[in-house]
């Protein structure tokens, strides 16, 4: 709302006043002048954001649910690639099959440290890993990923080497495929297919215990 005060005293005219050239004088003090006070309206408006979270069931990190990342991750790594693979996505992924490597030897110790409850011994976990080829592979690779060299014997009996990474337009897959060779002893293994016998090597495994 506008005010209309009288320039010298302040006391109040009408509004109207404003409005004309004829001002008569200030009834206070005669002065004739006027001040008019604009008032803005100011309108705040508020937005309020919502933020929604979403916690899921299972907060542990048990064998139940890393077994459940093994299988979810296992179609991720042997799904082709629709376009050629470039260098950088090569080496991304290698990188994602190493990582793979060092999660599904690592199911161990989720099972070692879940043992009693499950009707096993640590060793029971350990011999499997000893005694199945694929999962003594496997174990191989994850440390020599991890530590950059075995600190102890090869678990396979011989240390295995990455001899060549690429990216192979495989028509029977549909797509563009990761190609790694991995030299063990006198064989040429193909990563891939290493990943895939340690899925199937678990599942066995836990099938033989009675856990699925």
Known sequence: MDT?????????RPPELAQGFERPPCPQCGETSLTISIS????LSISSYASAELIPGNQSRDWNQRWKLIQDEIPIILQPHT????GDLIHTSLQRLLSFFIL??????ALKGAAPGLGLKPSDVESAITNDARLALLADLANLDKHMKLTKAPRSGTVPSIEK????????????MLSVQI????????GLNIAKDAVNAWQQWLKTWGLI
């Open 4 to 12: 209309v005060t009288c320039s010298k005293c302040g006391t109040p």
């Open 165 to 176: 990474i690429s990216g192979v337009d495989d028509q029977a897959s549909g797509g563009w």
């Open 83 to 86: 376009t050629p693979m470039s």
């Open 40 to 43: 803005l309206n100011e309108t």
């Open 104 to 109: 599904s030897y690592h199911l161990k110790d």
């Open 183 to 190: 030299k063990h002893g006198a064989s040429t293994l193909d």
